[in-house]
């Protein structure tokens, strides 16, 4: 194996449209929040289709990716696995999503392999194509281009302008597990991005409120 991939440093969300383009086909939109320094991920996971009943399963996600590389001529790829319920990982929701993912190292294309808790049973959904979407289309993220990835050893320090966004979104849904997540990421970035201090209060001081009921 060869560590030859040039790990970038940031926080950006990318959003997946899973699924193939036939009529009436199930469709997984899949969007995250990548944490590079420690290699995780966060986010959602909205299962649909025009089925009767209608498919409607919507998660919150969690997990890590890692780079499978390879030696030459051999090509590198990135392994993204996450798994979700109804809170997050705070929650005491049971599992009802997993998924592994696989794309190039430029994050874009690939192919997925996933499961999800249908009423009492699991269901598996292997070999599916993902595509990368042009901007994320979720509640919980607003739509943001997928970006920026820095390399460690560039001039310029980390630029991530998301957290505030991220974090308003947060507050809005009410959504605790995933405010405390976004305040943790962005307190590690104040010194280089103070103008995410007054976003990073505001969640903290809905977080306090919360944890007082």
Known sequence: ???????????????????????????LAFNLLVFTPEETVSGTAAITQATNPPLDIH?????????LTVMSPGVSKILITAQGNHGGP??????????????????????????????????????????????????AFPPLEPGPVIPPNSSYPPIMPLYAAPIQSAIASGDLAQMKNLASLATQQLDQQPQLQSALEAAKGEISRLERR
């Open 1 to 27: 194996m060869s560590g030859t991939h040039q790990q970038p440093v940031g926080l950006f969300p990318l959003a997946y449209r899973i699924g193939t383009s036939a009529p009436g086909a199930q469709s």
């Open 59 to 67: 998660s919150d996600v969690w997990g890590e990716y890692t780079y």
């Open 90 to 139: 705070g929650s005491n929701s049971i599992v009802n999503f997993k998924i592994r993912l696989v794309v190039g190292t430029d994050w874009k294309d690939g192919v997925a392999n996933y499961s999800y808790l249908d009423g009492q049973r699991w269901v598996e959904v292997n070999n599916v194509p993902a595509h990368l979407t042009e901007a994320v289309r979720s509640n």
